[in-house]
């Protein structure tokens, strides 16, 4: 009997010791606590590697006793080394990781209201920062229009075939419909908004967010297809002085500089840039792909820190331009071309930029913002001349509320745009005064772990055109931390105005003043929805899928109509504007190679009387392809390859398909780099389609812009950081 009992603790034994030297890691989310998948964990004393499975588990068995440390890392995660001790005691080891997300804690997104990071936001939020930003930069650093334009889903629209004077679209609909900011202030709207993609360069810009669909209940009015927040610097302790010469074989020059510190209670940020390009006609056809320009930025900012709870920061934002396109002879000497077709743009814009805020605990704040914005416009064609002055102001006070689960933003807010045209002509006069007084609430809640809310109620009173209630629902599913979903939408409004792509095309010609006799508020309602995914495939393979379902409508829209006696008036038709569609975008990382795929499938069209036509000046397909190789602090290097189909002119014609490609190259040391951009270097240029206008070249009519002017250019600069 003693025997039998010596033998079956011996098998026990030999069983227990068998289990101590196999070790069960479970990981989970330290935010959600569930189970994450694809965590590749390694021991530092052995070749020994596995990755956990659905369950987070991970299995290591056969140690030899001692002590052993092992690593735990995923693309999205902190990485983490724990020690452990063979034979184990319990039944399994569990771990717990962060986010990288956790590393943005600073990065607030700011045109949601809230003090969230981007991973935490219900609403679907695009953001170009830090090295992207510097990216793009590169390829146009005299303004923003091709860091927009290579964003699925966006386009930006050239409405002037001499001058250069461009829109932008998302998702199908006009330029009018999409709201631009620059820090929350809308000082690109009405008048001043024709210029704007043109006139602001990137260099003093910390961050660029995008919200695609209805954003009107965000920041007012004019955000149906969505809004661009431009998103400036602000000063650190550590003092960041940076310069970049940029020469174009298009003939152009950007002189940028940008200076920024924080001393104590003090803080300052200044922006300085001078941008130019002669005249510029790579077709030989004597009209200007690239018009003759010279602008001038200066743009001071003062930051006050009078203790932890008040803080005050007060900019400045000036422009200075002087451009003419036109008959590329006529611009080099005007006395011996005097019946040439030329348009001169003439534009002074001055803003400014007001933020008190006031911290009442730790948990609530109070902030009151102003801006003004004076904005002249003078365009010059023969036998016309376009003069006109905007002035516009934005107040608004805010007070928010950061509990642990919900967060509350309501406030007010008063609008005034008022434009005043100057004219010794019969033609009726275009002055109009806007006044929008208006009043919103917002919240944000986690309702679960898995679960983040956000609503919103806006009420806008527009004087003449009465009032507009618009809500707006969010909400983010984080099903595991490799999937996440969103799902929102909203109701909007713009106010009408003559400032349109359609007007802008015809220098506001013969085009009748707006009135509320007969015009009413655009109203539209929009939806979108997304799924993303995102995984390493293996230690060095990384991938995220997202793909974005949206559909808006906009009832009644203002569309620019052409009356028997040669003027055109701006009429609500019967009918409405949809455009619905999907975005996919593909991210594929391997080592130090990144391959960016984007497709944008588009339908957009209007209802007119009954009679349904697609929407002029829109691809239906769309595809952005992006190459990047980069060695950190190094090098980088960029392929690029973007495809459009054909889009439906208004002309009732067809706009050939086309691709443009280019290439970027940058080599990097401690405080400079250098760098070359071969942008659209298989010289894809519409004068190879055909004639871009019809009659005399003395008093061309032009046709619709669909594809680039200026063809193949090289780009080289420096950059010097100090």
Not at 530 to 537: A, C, E, F, G
């Amino acid at each position: 009997m003693f025997k039998y009992i010596l033998l079956i603790v011996a098998i026990t034994t030999i069983g227990t010791a068998q289990a101590q030297n196999k070790i069960k890691v479970l990981m989970k989310d330290a935010e959600t606590g569930l189970p994450i998948n694809g965590i590749t964990a390694k021991i530092e004393q052995t070749d020994l590697s596995a990755v956990s499975n659905a369950e987070g588990l991970i299995i290591f068995e056969n140690l030899q006793q001692g002590a052993y440390n092992v690593s735990f890392s995923m693309e999205g995660y902190k990485s983490l080394m724990s020690p452990f001790t063979i034979p184990f005691i319990g039944d399994f080891l569990e771990i717990s990781l962060e986010s990288e997300a956790e590393k943005m804690d600073e990065i607030i997104v700011n045109s949601t209201r809230g003090t969230r990071t981007i991973s935490n936001i219900p609403t679907r939020v695009e953001f170009i920062a830090g090295e992207e930003l510097e990216e793009k930069a590169n390829m146009k650093p005299g303004d923003i229009r091709m860091m927009l334009n290579e964003s699925t889903g966006i386009q930006t629209q050239q409405t002037s075939a001499t001058s250069g004077n461009s829109s932008i679209r998302i998702q199908g609909l006009d330029g009018r419909y999409t709201q631009i900011l620059k820090d929350g202030f809308p000082v690109y709207s009405g008048a001043s908004s024709g210029l704007g993609l043109l006139q602001t360069p990137p260099l003093d810009l910390k961050q660029v967010e995008i919200i695609k669909g209805s954003a009107s209940t965000l920041f007012g009015g004019g955000a149906i297809a969505g809004l661009v927040n431009l998103v400036s610097k602000t000063p650190t302790e550590e003092r960041e002085l940076r310069f970049l010469l940029n020469g174009t074989s298009a003939l152009g020059l950007d002189i940028n500089g940008f200076y920024s510190q924080r001393f104590n209670k003090i803080g300052l940020t200044v922006f300085a840039s001078h941008d130019r390009n002669a005249p510029y006609d790579p077709a030989d056809i004597q009209l200007t792909a690239i018009p003759k320009f010279e602008r001038f930025n200066f743009n001071p900012k003062l930051f006050v820190y009078f203790n932890e709870n008040t803080k005050l920061n007060f900019g400045i934002n000036t422009v200075f331009e002087n451009r003419i396109g036109g008959n590329i002879d006529y611009i080099k000497d005007e006395n011996n071309y005097p019946d040439s077709y030329f348009e001169k743009n003439k534009t002074e814009r001055m803003s400014t930029q007001f933020t008190l805020t006031h911290k009442l605990s730790e948990k609530e704040s109070l902030t009151f913002k102003n801006s003004f914005n004076n904005f002249s416009r003078v365009i010059t064609i023969p036998d016309y001349v376009f003069d006109g002055l905007q002035n516009s102001t934005f107040s608004e006070i805010t007070y928010s509320h950061n509990g642990d689960i919900s967060e509350w933003v309501t406030g007010a807010n008063l609008y005034t745009d008022k434009f005043t045209e100057n004219s010794a002509t019969a033609f009726p006069l275009r002055d109009y005064n806007q006044i929008t007084y208006g009043a919103f609430v917002q919240n944000t809640v986690k309702a679960k772990e898995w679960l983040d809310i956000e609503t919103g109620l806006r009420g806008d009173y527009v004087i003449d055109y009465g009032f507009s209630l618009l809500p707006r629902i969010s909400a983010l599913f984080k099903i595991n931390p490799k999937l996440t979903s969103r799902i929102g939408g909203g109701l909007g409004y713009k106010t009408p105005t003559i400032f349109t792509e359609e007007s802008e095309r015809i220098q506001y010609q013969n085009v009748l003043p707006i009135s509320s006799n007969y015009n009413t508020l655009e109203k539209s309602y929009g939806a979108n929805f997304d799924v993303n995914y995102k995984t390493n495939i293996t230690e060095d393979i990384s991938l995220s899928i997202n793909q974005l379902f949206f559909y808006t409508n906009v009832d009644n829209p203002l569309i620019l109509t052409s009356l028997p006696n040669e003027t055109y008036q701006f009429v609500n038709v019967d009918g409405y504007l949809d455009t619905k569609g999907a975005e996919t975008n593909v991210k594929l990382g391997y080592n130090d190679f990144k391959l960016f795929i984007g497709y944008t499938y588009t339908d957009a069209s209007i209802n007119n009387n009954g009679i349904k036509s697609e929407n002029p000046l829109t691809a239906k397909h769309r595809l952005n392809n992006v190459l990047m190789y980069e060695v950190e602090d190094k090098w980088k290097a960029g392929l690029e390859a973007y495809y459009y189909s054909p889009q439906k002119l208004n002309d009732e014609t067809k706009g050939s398909e086309y691709w443009v490609f280019g290439f970027m190259v940058e080599k990097l040391w401690e405080n400079f780099s250098v760098y070359a951009n071969f942008e659209n270097f298989t010289d894809t240029r519409q004068t190879k389609f055909g004639s871009i206008y019809t009659g005399p070249i003395s008093n061309p009519v032009f046709k619709d812009i669909y594809a680039p002017l200026d063809g193949f250019v090289i780009n080289a600069g420096i950059k010097i950081k100090i």
